[in-house]
């Protein structure tokens, strides 16, 4: 038995030996745990038996933007920053808005003006206070809704990435 667990402890630091000797790149580090806190707004699954879009054949979530008729923040839930880094998106009523975009560095903005169209959110920029970083040349900027409270980035910016979550942040 003893014999055993000696050739079976052989085996494997000869197998970690090996993958380690073979490649010269080295090994990636261990990932972050994942965070205990869980957000309390959850999107809700996209309704595949939902009519398809018009002409593009995808499917059309459930649940719109809709008007914005008051001052609107949305905040990243990205697990790349922590507050007060967090990217932020504020939608005046008037059609403008401001995204305060991570830039690994420091904090940008993106400014101009946005559309609604159903659940598509679409930001026109017309302007950003920062050059020489990735995202720095993005003209328009899409978010789809999910629920009432989430949207979700199609855009790839600096630090957001598409796909990337942001939650209505509810004054307490």
Request: aromatic share 8%; charged share 20%.
């Amino acid at each position: 038995m003893k014999q055993i667990i000696v050739m079976l402890t052989g085996l494997l630091l000869v197998g970690c030996g090996s993958s380690q000797t073979a490649s010269s790149t080295p090994l990636p580090e261990q990932p972050e745990p994942v965070p205990s806190e869980i957000p309390s707004v959850i999107p809700e699954p996209i309704d595949a038996t939902a009519e398809p879009d018009d002409n593009s054949g995808t499917i059309k979530p459930p649940q719109e933007v809709g008007e914005v008729t008051v001052t609107r923040t949305y905040i990243s839930k990205s697990e790349m920053f922590n507050d007060p880094y967090c990217p932020t998106l504020v939608l005046e009523p008037e059609g403008t808005f401001v995204l305060t975009e991570n830039l690994f560095s420091g904090m940008g903005h993106y400014s101009g003006s946005y559309t609604v169209d159903d659940y598509r959110l679409t930001l026109d920029v017309e302007s950003t206070d920062f050059k020489g970083f990735a995202g720095d040349d993005v003209t328009v900027i899409e978010f789809e809704a999910l629920s009432p409270d989430v949207i979700q980035l199609m855009t790839d910016l600096c630090g957001s990435m598409k796909f990337d979550y942001w939650y209505l942040d509810i004054p307490q």
